[in-house]
């Protein structure tokens, strides 16, 4: 089967496309560089892509994403033109890598984003699929792993109460094989159904990293106005005003996970970590 994989730089993309490839799958794809392991179009969101390129794939996934704040039209549009192109080129199948934060009620750029994209291609016919956060060396996760790797004290929001939608990098790939295998569209809402809480996470990273962490309780709310802005002077953090925003509509969520439809016998939180991390499983 081959497959083609916009973003294969990104966190999602390229352990996507190495977990496809060690199975046998033929992947190409795209990027804003020149991938080394893989066949890469260097493509921006937004730029026209030779058709060429798209014959023959069997299965389209888009992951890219440009993170820019204010990159919304171009997320959107670009992301479209690309599914255009490739329905003219004869791509039977294409996948949405969405996000559980698509929601009609979304506060987040990230969230209006992914659910203006999902309506159009959920309007033609295609598969979406939604992963909570996700579990790995990458991403947001990734990011929160480098704060407790460096800081000796971090605020844990809301106490570390809210239960968080998340799952394991390679069980998502795991999950979309699965799907590309089904050959069915749909959509399909992945994160662990046992919902561990954030301070659940964060104390198991603290025992994972050997680290002698103070976490102080701090409401999510404080974080809006310095987060907001750092972000209007410009000033990159590891976690922004978007991602909180999404932190604060997401407690509860809105899309019902049907993982287990899918994996019959998804990891716990502790293996996943274990094989991010590559610590011993109790």
Same mark, same amino acid.
């Given at each position: 089967?081959?497959?083609?994989?916009?973003?294969?730089?990104?966190?999602?993309?390229?352990?996507?496309?190495?977990?496809?490839?060690?199975?046998?799958?033929?992947?190409?794809?795209?990027?804003?560089?020149?991938?080394?392991?893989?066949?890469?179009?260097?493509?921006?969101?937004?730029?026209?892509?030779?058709?060429?390129?798209?014959?023959?794939?069997?299965?389209?996934?888009?992951?890219?994403?440009?993170?820019?704040?204010?990159?919304?039209?171009?997320?959107?549009?670009?992301?479209?033109?690309?599914?255009?192109?490739?329905?003219?080129?004869?791509?039977?199948?294409?996948?949405?890598?969405?996000?559980?934060?698509?929601?009609?009620?979304?506060?987040?750029?990230?969230?209006?984003?992914?659910?203006?994209?999902?309506?159009?291609?959920?309007?033609?016919?295609?598969?979406?699929?939604?992963?909570?956060?996700?579990?790995?060396?990458?991403?947001?996760?990734?990011?929160?792993?480098?704060?407790?790797?460096?800081?000796?004290?971090?605020?844990?929001?809301?106490?570390?109460?809210? $239960?968080? +939608?998340?799952?394991? *990098?390679?069980? @998502?790939? &795991?999950? /979309?094989?699965?799907?590309?295998?089904?050959? #069915?569209?749909?959509?399909?809402?992945?994160?662990?159904?046992? $919902?561990? +809480?954030?301070?659940? *996470?964060?104390? @198991?990273? &603290?025992? /994972?990293?050997?680290?002698?962490?103070?976490? #102080?309780?701090?409401?999510?709310?404080?974080?809006?106005?310095?987060?907001?802005?750092?972000?209007?002077?410009?000033?990159?953090?590891?976690?922004?005003?978007?991602?909180?925003?999404?932190?604060?509509?997401?407690?509860?969520?809105?899309?019902?996970?049907?993982?287990?439809?899918?994996?019959?016998?998804?990891?716990?939180?502790?293996?996943?970590?274990?094989?991010?991390?590559?610590?011993?499983?109790?």
């Amino acid at each position: 089967m081959n497959i083609f994989v916009t973003g294969l730089n990104g966190f999602i993309a390229s352990h996507l496309a190495v977990w496809l490839a060690d199975r046998g799958y033929r992947v190409t794809g795209t990027s804003r560089s020149a991938s080394g392991r893989f066949s890469t179009t260097v493509w921006h969101l937004g730029d026209s892509i030779d058709r060429a390129k798209l014959v023959g794939v069997d299965v389209l996934i888009h992951a890219a994403h440009d993170f820019t704040p204010g990159a919304m039209n171009a997320n959107v549009e670009g992301t479209l033109r690309l599914e255009r192109d490739a329905a003219a080129a004869g791509v039977r199948r294409q996948i949405l890598v969405s996000s559980i934060s698509a929601r009609p009620d979304a506060v987040s750029e990230y969230g209006r984003t992914k659910l203006a994209q999902e309506e159009h291609f959920l309007r033609h016919g295609h598969t979406v699929v939604r992963p909570g956060t996700v579990l790995g060396k990458g991403g947001l996760f990734g990011r929160m792993c480098g704060l407790i790797q460096t800081l000796p004290v971090l605020p844990l929001l809301d106490g570390g109460k809210a $239960r968080m +939608t998340v799952i394991g *990098i390679y069980d @998502l790939c &795991r999950a /979309i094989e699965s799907i590309l295998q089904s050959d #069915v569209s749909g959509q399909y809402n992945l994160y662990y159904a046992d $919902r561990p +809480t954030l301070g659940e *996470i964060m104390r @198991l990273l &603290r025992k /994972i990293f050997g680290r002698k962490i103070l976490f #102080v309780p701090l409401p999510a709310t404080f974080l809006l106005l310095p987060l907001s802005l750092l972000q209007c002077l410009h000033i990159r953090t590891p976690v922004d005003v978007d991602n909180l925003k999404g932190y604060i509509t997401g407690m509860e969520p809105y899309h019902l996970t049907n993982l287990s439809e899918i994996l019959p016998q998804p990891s716990t939180l502790e293996a996943a970590l274990a094989d991010v991390w590559k610590t011993p499983k109790q």
